[in-house]
């Protein structure tokens, strides 16, 4: 006696006339449902041509059919792909027939949600599924695929056993108290720490690069009125979506342009000029642009030979992690030519947004920064992820100072634990339904 799982049923392609559509059912009726459209039991995995009929025998439309019986298919649970032409209306009536066959229809996301809860895919994998359709671009799309396959789930995993590992050997510990002095004392614990807090950084870099090619870079174009914000971005745009003006202070809001180099994604944003003013809009501008500054992961500071130097101190808004590029615009005026050089670790380099010169290495540096060349291993991930690496990563640290200034092996399991949970949350080992309903809401209907 299998358990019974109630089908759920949805338009899996695109809305709008396409060559072919897609219609997708998964639960415990798919036998049943496929054998009727079918009028026989259709042999698992092979496509079926046929005739759809609704329930007086007249032809809805003729397709294909597919059967993926249980566990093997998407969900892990019986799987029917019915591939008819792609008119809306054709698909709507296939899909009411489906349901009077005893279906529901699917809420978004429901489908591969059942693929994590029948253990087809962990959580971080459901997610790059979602990723996968939405990429921007082709590196964001490969790192998807990438984590979809595991890539990231199985660093995550190996993480999570080593930490355990090292947890049990501290609880152990503990639990022989006359012994527990000696035994935290001893170098091979902080050895494994060690090593384990050296793992966590390296997955934390991967990640946060793998967040920028999921997302895109964000970068911030900050610097005062005049500097050529506007027309850079516009340059690195290749359009004229900001007004460019030689009037001070025109670009009063914060501009965003979404730019694919080379098939690297960049999230610009053009900021208000930072200055202190006396006019209320262009005040709310720079408030904004302040704000914009304390979620880039790079900043771009337009400034000219004249300002470079002083203009420096709007880096002091930014969080620490980001990084700094410094353009010294307006190169033509000056009599310059581009060229680039490193001060104080910070790039620098000098071109001109509105000749062009010098554009072609700012886009390069850009790139990188992106995640391009960032090799065959990247795999995409999302905030979240990130998020609960650094969480880790601070328990991690808390673990260390327990283990060696304090010597107290219950604060240290702790910290350990702790460690545990918010690692286990990335790829759903110890996950709460909200964040499910969260992740699995945003997701399109029949995926
Ligand atoms: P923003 O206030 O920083 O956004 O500056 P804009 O992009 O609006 O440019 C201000 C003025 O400087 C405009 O007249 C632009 O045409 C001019 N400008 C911008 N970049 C350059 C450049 O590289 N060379 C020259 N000669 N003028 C520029
Ligand atoms: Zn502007």
């Known amino acids: 006696m299998t358990q019974h799982i109630d089908t759920i049923a949805a338009i899996a392609s695109a809305p709008g006339a396409a060559g072919v559509g897609v219609l997708r059912v998964s639960g415990s009726l798919v ?76 809420r978004p996301g429901e489908f591969t949600e059942r693929a994590f809860l029948n253990g087809k895919l962990d959580l971080a994998q459901a997610e790059a599924v979602a990723d996968l359709i939405a990429a921007r671009s082709q590196a964001g799309a490969r790192a998807a695929l990438r984590s979809m396959e595991g890539v990231f789930s199985r660093k995550v995993d190996a993480l999570l056993q080593a930490l355990i590992a090292l947890r049990v050997y501290i609880e152990a510990a503990i639990d022989f108290p006359e012994e527990e002095i000696e035994f935290l004392a001893d170098p091979a614990i902080t050895r494994r720490l060690d090593s384990l807090r050296t793992q966590l950084g390296e997955l934390l870099r991967e990640a946060q690069r793998g967040l920028r090619l999921n997302d895109g870079l964000r970068v911030v174009i900050a610097g005062r009125p005049n500097a050529g914000k506007s027309s850079l971005l516009n340059a690195l745009a290749g359009s004229e979506r900001a007004i460019v003006t030689s009037i001070a202070g025109t670009t009063r809001d914060v501009l965003r342009e979404s730019v694919s180099l080379d098939g690297i994604a960049l999230e610009l944003a053009d900021t208000a000029g930072l200055r202190d003013t006396d006019d209320e809009v262009e005040r709310e501008g720079v408030r904004r642009a302040h704000g914009e500054l304390q979620r880039a992961d790079a900043a771009l500071l337009v400034t000219d030979a004249k300002h470079a130097e002083a203009d420096l101190a709007l880096f002091a808004h930014l969080p620490e992690g980001a990084e700094r590029l410094v353009l010294v615009n307006k190169i033509d005026l000056a009599n310059a030519t581009q060229h680039t050089e490193i001060r ?4 620098w380099l000098w071109a001109s947004a509105k000749t062009g010169e010098g ?78 309903g969260a992740i699995f809401g945003s997701f399109c209907i029949g995926k």
């Open 31 to 106: 036998p049943a449902i496929a054998q009727t459209l079918l009028g026989r039991a259709p042999q698992p995995r092979h496509a079926h041509f046929g005739t759809f009929r609704d329930t007086h025998g007249e032809a809805i439309d003729h397709g294909l059919l597919l059967h993926f019986p249980a566990p093997a298919s998407y969900t892990g649970e019986h799987v029917l792909e019915l591939q008819g032409h792609g008119s809306q209306v054709l698909l709507d009536a296939l899909l009411r027939r489906v349901c009077e066959l005893g279906a529901r229809l699917a």
């Open 344 to 347: 104080d670790g910070v790039r």
């Open 359 to 436: 554009l072609d290495v700012l886009r390069e540096h850009l790139k990188q920064l992106a995640g391009a060349g960032s090799g065959e291993g990247a795999f995409s991930a999302r905030r979240r992820h990130v998020l609960a690496l650094e969480t880790v990563r601070d328990h991690l640290i808390r673990t260390a100072h327990a283990l060696t200034a304090a010597r107290a092996g219950e604060l240290a399991a702790e910290e350990l634990r702790q460690a545990q949970l918010a690692l286990g949350e990335i790829t759903g080992s110890y996950t709460s339904d909200d964040l499910l």
